[in-house]
T-cell receptor, first 115, second 115 residues
Framework: AQTVTQSQPEMSVQEAETVTLSCTYDTSESNYYLFWYKQPPSRQMILVIR??????QNATENRFSVNFQKAAKSFSLKISDSQLGDTAMYFCAFMISGANSKLTFGKGITLSVRP | DTAVSQTPKYLVTQMGNDKSIKCEQN?????MYWYKQDSKKFLKIMFSYNNKELIINETVPNRFSPKSPDKAHLNLHINSLELGDSAVYFC?????FGQGILGYTFGSGTRLTVV
């Protein structure tokens, strides 16, 4: 079974600074996808960034980037130039490629951006 | 236009009642899902349907019955509601079952409170 671990329950960062959210996962599969989702107080689940395991290059979406270490099974999210609107819960998620696949989430981390 | 819409957004009901949550997606996706987010914000898959066919049925009490009249709709019916059913229920959809390369698109959630 695949598991996703987010060991930090909460973090805080000053506006305009950089913060890194950690995530590790466990799988015996070689083809899979990793995601970070954001859930602001509005409750909406928003896809932030995704990474294909077969790609060595780390994904980047504007101020959001990942550090994907396949051998270490680590997938951290870096948020640069933090903004107040980044305050939210962030969920790391994993999905293997293939039939009967499902998105498995970590427990999430609460990020607070201080003005 | 809302991509994945759920109704109602809030539902308060008494123990023992039967209730339904509706979900519709206008993305043309092949697969739809129901997730439950508990009071600790943990997200866990309940069901998935691909083109009206049940694919994933996690360990969910049989009081929960999903129904997919067509691939754009996936409803969740809950019989004999219990206090422990109180949670936020998310509907989601993805393109190409098992691929989900672009991740899932989530609805805004239904907060169910059983009193």
């Amino acid at each position: 079974a695949q598991t996703v671990t987010q060991s930090q329950p909460e973090m805080s960062v000053q506006e305009a600074e950089t913060v890194t959210l950690s995530c590790t996962y466990d799988t015996s599969e070689s083809n899979y996808y990793l995601f970070w989702y954001k859930q602001p107080p509005s409750r909406q689940m928003i896809l932030v960034i995704r990474q294909e395991a077969y790609k060595q290059q780390n994904a980047t979406e504007n101020r959001f980037s990942v550090n994907f270490q396949k051998a270490a099974k680590s997938f951290s999210l870096k948020i640069s130039d933090s903004q107040l609107g980044d305050t939210a819960m962030y969920f790391c998620a994993f999905m293997i490629s293939g039939a009967n696949s499902k998105l498995t989430f970590g427990k999430g981390i609460t990020l607070s951006v201080r003005p | 236009d809302t991509a994945v819409s759920q109704t109602p957004k809030y539902l308060v009901t008494q123990m023992g009642n039967d209730k339904s949550i509706k979900c519709e997606q206008n993305l043309g996706h092949d697969t739809m899902y129901w997730y439950k987010q508990d009071s600790k914000k943990f997200l866990k898959i309940m069901f998935s349907y691909n083109n009206k066919e049940l694919i994933i049925n996690e360990t969910v009490p049989n009081r929960f019955s999903p129904k997919s009249p067509d691939k754009a709709h996936l409803n969740l019916h809950i019989n004999s509601l219990e206090l422990g059913d109180s949670a936020v229920y998310f509907c989601a959809s993805s393109q190409d079952f098992g691929q989900g390369i672009l991740g899932y698109t989530f609805g805004s959630g239904t907060r169910l409170t059983v009193v």
